[in-house]
């Protein structure tokens, strides 16, 4: 399985931005998919996780209510709808895939919100 983000970019604080993650390769023995962030000096840290149907998703409590994972398995696509910026939201965002023989990391996408 390979993994490609794309649309991260620069936004000023309570702008929105998509962000997708194309999976190709062995993408039907893709179970749960999630997305993660990583701010400079931070360690890497949980945005939301989606199972493979789509019909349960999880969220860290700072995104709840701001931030909407998705995915469409026939596009082989997984989406962050991200509403409200804030600049502390500014990171590394990468996607990843879990398979029975493990994880799969993008390689992320930069995403910059000015205050």
């Known amino acids: 399985v390979q993994l490609v983000e794309s649309g991260g970019g620069l936004v000023q604080a309570g702008d929105s931005l998509t962000l997708s993650c194309a999976a190709s390769g062995s993408t039907a023995s893709i179970n749960v998919m999630g997305w993660y962030r990583q701010a400079p000096g931070k360690q890497r840290e949980l945005v939301a996780t989606?199972?493979?149907?789509?019909?349960?998703?999880n969220y860290a409590t700072s995104m709840k209510g701001r931030f909407t994972i998705s995915r469409d398995n026939a596009k082989k696509l997984m989406v962050l709808q991200m509403d409200s910026l804030k600049p502390e939201d500014t990171a590394v965002y990468y996607c990843?895939?879990?398979?029975?023989?493990?994880?799969?990391w993008g390689q992320g996408t930069q995403v910059t919100v000015s205050s």
């Open positions: 990843n895939a879990w398979t029975r023989i493990g994880v799969t």
């Open positions: 989606i199972t493979s149907s789509g019909g349960f998703t």
